[in-house]
């Protein structure tokens, strides 16, 4: 495999639920990114991981809970999420070292909350 | 505070040529990528400018203003698979990105 993969790619839960989406990349990258992506909205950056040490939390609700066990695995826990949570949920990955670098995405995994 | 415009939508003819226009605010300026994202799938790198300027990759030129906060992107005999949205992101001094809301653009035979 190439790239950057997410699965699942498609998730529908209720409110009470507990789910995880993963994120794997095989670039040898050291940076990690969840955004999520409304319709017609810019992307919202979440979290980002580098060297598996998390260096941002924008601001996210405590209902999503990042996890970077390694460098080439990122997942997003989630809890009692709302139906405004819905959206698609991007990861991505750069080289990292605090300069200009490339960000590499997933195809996503669109969430729905009912 | 930082602030990206772009167009919301944008309809050319295949064969056509399109640009698409992105205007930004940052705390200071690493440069400007642009990304193409087709529906339901993940936004793919096009460009990255950092000094004035057009640059040229096959149909696609990506052109910048750093003294006006202002890039193009520059799409030439268009075809029906450039059928996209289109997303400018400025990099600030802190190489964070600042995203666009993206461009949708709709491509008629």
């Known amino acids: 495999e190439t790239g950057v993969t997410q699965t699942p790619r498609h998730l529908v839960m209720g409110m009470t639920n507990k789910k995880s989406l993963k994120c794997e990349q095989h670039?040898?990258?050291?940076?990690m990114y969840w955004y999520k992506q409304s319709a017609k909205k810019p992307l919202e950056l979440m979290f980002v991981y580098s060297l598996e040490e998390r260096v941002e939390n924008n601001s996210v609700p405590s209902r999503f809970s990042p996890e970077c066990p390694n460098s080439s695995h990122l997942f997003l826990h989630l809890h009692t999420l709302q139906p405004e949570d819905s959206a698609l949920y991007l990861c991505?990955?750069?080289?990292?070292?605090?300069?200009?670098?490339?960000?590499?995405f997933g195809p996503g995994t669109r969430l729905t909350v009912l | 505070g930082q602030n990206i415009d772009q167009p919301t939508e944008m309809t050319a003819t295949e064969g056509a040529i399109v640009q698409i226009n992105c205007t930004y605010q940052?705390?200071?300026?690493?440069?400007l990528f642009w990304y193409q994202q087709h529906a339901g799938e993940a936004p793919t790198f096009l460009s990255y400018n950092v000094l004035d300027g057009l640059e040229e990759k096959g149909r696609f030129s990506s052109f910048l203003s750093r003294s006006k906060g202002y890039s193009y992107l520059l799409l030439k005999e268009l075809q029906m698979k450039d059928s996209a949205s289109y997303l400018c992101?400025?990099?600030?001094?802190?190489?964070?990105?600042?995203w666009g809301a993206g461009t949708k653009l709709i491509i008629k035979p």
């Open positions: 670039l040898g990258h050291n940076a």
């Open positions: 940052t705390s200071g300026f690493n440069g």
């Open positions: 991505a990955s750069s080289q990292g070292g605090g300069a200009v670098d490339t960000q590499y």
């Open positions: 992101a400025a990099m600030d001094s802190n190489y964070q990105l600042i």
